[in-house]
Structure formats: structure tokens, C-alpha cells
T-cell receptor, first 110, second 113 residues
Framework: KQEVTQIPAALSVPEGENLVLNCSFTDSAIYNLQWFRQDPGKGLTSLLLIQSSQREQTSGRLNASLDKSSGRSTLYIAASQPGDSATYLC?????????FGTGTRLKVLA | DVKVTQSSRYLVKRTGEKVFLECVQDMDHENMFWYRQDPGLGLRLIYFSYDVKMKEKGDIPEGYSVSREKKERFSLILESASTNQTSMYLCGASLGASSYGYTFGSGTRLTVV
């Protein structure tokens, strides 16, 4: 059974720092891995989707990598801003359904 | 982009009421899902549907049912609401197999008193 873990559970950094969020999964037979952002009391916004055949995806200041053999994905945020403060979740899939990590709550201090 | 719309952002219902949570997607996506999200427990799958009138139980279906009469609409039904169903409910949609990724709605915060 797939299990997804995100460490750390919470992270606080000063504005301008580059940071890495980690996601690990136990079963490497995945279709893809997706990173989401969630603001308090809101739904999930998709950030990046990495297909199983890909190694990384980039969007603006965000870069996500995928290493299926080691069961790991990282989300790199460059030059962090207070507006990046949110909870970041990763999720990975079998055929139909996603298994989510419990998220990393990020706070970027001005 | 696919848009997933949940009809209510906040709901307050009384114990024992029948509650309907509505979700509509504006693209022709086969798969739709309902998750609930609770502090410390993360997102847990309640039900999913891979076609009209087709549904499968997720990890925590007890106390819930679903309806999908049209491809664009997936409803979650709480037959008799209880206080332990107070939660954030998230509806999602995906095209075909989940390799295309999920799109979620803005969530419904349900409080049962």
C-alpha cells in the first residue's frame, strides 16, 4: 500500500531564502507525482505535475524533481516571498486515486 | 483549464439532517472524487466515480453516499449528518487515468452542530 511522507511538517524561513520541500513514497510504481498549494481554509491549487517518465518540471520560481528509484520528490522554491506562505502537499497515484502526504506548512517571514 | 466548482464554501447543518454537497466540473473529465481533510489526518478518499452512474468506495465511505447522474456533476450525500462529519470536503476531477493530474475545487467547510 502506497504511503506518502512529507518532512518537515512545518518550516519557517526569512524572505529571499531558497528552500527545498521533501516528499517520499514507498511504492515506485507510480503514474505521476503532483505538488499542490493550499492556503488556509481554501482548496488545493496545482503547482506542478511530473509524469513518471520525467525527472523534473519547472514553473517560474518553482522546480520539482522526481526520483522514482529512491521514492523521492523535491519541490525547490527560489527566492522565497511572504506570499509563498501556505501548506504544500504532494500526491502520487496508482490507477485512479491519489495518496496525499500530510503537507509541509511553510511560513516566509518578511 | 478544468474548473471544478463546489456550490458552497461554508455550510452549517444540524445533527440528523440530510446534507447534499454539490460539485460540478466544466470539462469532459471521466473521473471525479470526494475527499475529506482533517487536521493531523490529511486528505482521505471518501468515494470516486470513473463514469456516469459508476462509483467506488474509497477509504472512508461509512456514513456517505454519492450520486453521478450526469458526467459533469458529482454529489456527496450525508444521509444523517453527525458531528464527526464536521470537516473540509474537497471535490476533484481528472481526465482518464490519473496520469493527467487532478484539479480540485475550492472546498466546502461543513460544520455539523
Amino acid at each position: 500500500k502506497q504511503e506518502v511522507t512529507q518532512i518537515p511538517a512545518a518550516l519557517s524561513v526569512p524572505e529571499g531564502e531558497n528552500l527545498v520541500l521533501n516528499c517520499s513514497f514507498t511504492d515506485s510504481a507510480i503514474y505521476n507525482l503532483q505538488w499542490f498549494r493550499q492556503d488556509p481554509g481554501k482548496g488545493l491549487t496545482s503547482l506542478l505535475l511530473i509524469q513518471s517518465s520525467q525527472r523534473e518540471q519547472t514553473s517560474g520560481r518553482l522546480n520539482a524533481s522526481l526520483d522514482k528509484s529512491s521514492g523521492r520528490s523535491t519541490l525547490y522554491i527560489a527566492a522565497s516571498q511572504p506570499g509563498d506562505s501556505a501548506t504544500y502537499l504532494c500526491a502520487t497515484s496508482g490507477t485512479y486515486k491519489y495518496i496525499f502526504g500530510t503537507g509541509t506548512r511553510l511560513k516566509v517571514l518578511a | 483549464d478544468v474548473k471544478v466548482t463546489q456550490s458552497s464554501r461554508y455550510l452549517v447543518k444540524r445533527t440528523g439532517e440530510k446534507v447534499f454537497l454539490e460539485c460540478v466540473q466544466d470539462m469532459d473529465h471521466e473521473n471525479m472524487f470526494w475527499y475529506r481533510q482533517d487536521p493531523g489526518l490529511g486528505l482521505r478518499l471518501i468515494y470516486f466515480s470513473y463514469d456516469v452512474k459508476m462509483k467506488e468506495k474509497g477509504d472512508i465511505p461509512e456514513g456517505y453516499s454519492v450520486s453521478r447522474e450526469k458526467k459533469e456533476r458529482f454529489s456527496l450525500i450525508l444521509e444523517s449528518a453527525s458531528t464527526n462529519q464536521t470537516s473540509m470536503y474537497l471535490c476533484g476531477a481528472s481526465l482518464g487515468a490519473s496520469s493527467y493530474g487532478y484539479t480540485f475545487g475550492s472546498g466546502t467547510r461543513l460544520t455539523v452542530v
